[in-house]
């Protein structure tokens, strides 16, 4: 799944974004757009789950901020 965060104030720290995702789904990425307003993250974790790993690296944000894309999968990749 494909979240974007509103980001409010000081950018996170990216690499530790990582890392907590990591410990949760090793295959997660995340970045910032050029802008740095909106987190990009793409990842196995929910929205709930998000928002609370996000408090605890430095960058609280409430549920509503952590918005599920729509998916661009085209199913390709699954056989």
Known sequence: MEFHVAVQGTPPDLDA??????ALDPAALV???????????????GAA???????RVGCPVGEAQVVLQPSVCCGGCSG
């Not at 970045?31 to 974790?45: I, K, M, Y």
């Not at 789950?49 to 408090?55: D, F, K, N, S």
Request: aromatic content about 0%; glycine content about 10%; charged content about 20%.
């Open 49 to 55: 789950q998000l928002a609370a790993l996000l408090g």
């Open 17 to 22: 974004v990582a890392r907590a995702l990591a």
């Open 31 to 45: 970045d910032l757009d050029r802008g740095g307003a909106t987190l990009r993250v793409s990842t196995s974790v």
